[in-house]
């Protein structure tokens, strides 16, 4: 098992699997039924190759992930081409997403698989553990490139290019069941 990013963390005996082929990320958010992108403001001016982070995923929002923006990360968000974005503090949704019953920020029903992207490491990393603990109907994926033993799915800790190259692979393969193009 890889070492949480931060040793202090203790997740106990049931740990996140670790993505070692990116296609698999892609298939999973490709059969869930209602999955949620939680993007936090450290994926803020992060680029894949020559394209921002945040355009790429702004492309990819009309394909039915539904998108929330962290505290001030939804201007960026707006800037990068977003139509309308919901935004929510991070303690809030974490909160809304303990709650089965709640029909989700588009009143299409619970979500069945929450992403992360971009909320910074400790704050993540609780989000996780209380979603692991009182949310057992979610499954959760860290695309961060710090092990997060919390999560369902958490890269290990991977080098800033490998990181780039996953996620760069996350979103084609996600293009090739959508068939519209690459990256």
Do not use: C
């Not at 070692?20 to 059969?31: D, H, N, Q, R």
């Not at 039924?33 to 995923?57: C, N, Q, S």
């Not at 990360?73 to 997403?97: C, D, R, S």
């Amino acid at each position: 098992m890889p070492e949480p990013w931060q040793i202090g963390n203790v997740p106990g005996p049931r740990q996140a699997n670790v993505i070692t082929e990116p296609i698999v990320v892609s298939a999973l958010i490709e059969k869930a039924g209602h999955p949620l992108l939680i993007i936090g403001h450290e994926a803020i001016g992060v680029k894949v190759g020559e394209t921002k982070l945040t355009g790429l995923l702004a492309k990819k929002a009309e394909k039915g992930v539904q998108i929330l923006a962290t505290a001030h990360t939804a201007k960026e968000l707006v800037a990068e081409n977003f139509k309308v974005i919901p935004w929510m503090g991070v303690v809030e949704i974490t909160h809304k997403l303990t709650d089965q019953a709640w029909l989700g920020l588009d009143g299409k029903g619970p979500y069945d698989l929450v992403i992360f992207l971009g909320v910074p490491y400790y704050l993540q990393s609780q989000m996780l553990s209380t979603l692991k603990h009182f949310a057992p109907h979610l499954k959760t994926i860290s695309l961060d490139r710090y092990y997060q033993p919390n999560a369902d799915w958490s890269f290990s800790n991977i080098s800033e290019d490998d990181w780039h190259e996953a996620i760069k692979a996350i979103i084609n393969g996600l293009l090739e069941v959508k068939s519209d193009g690459d990256v």
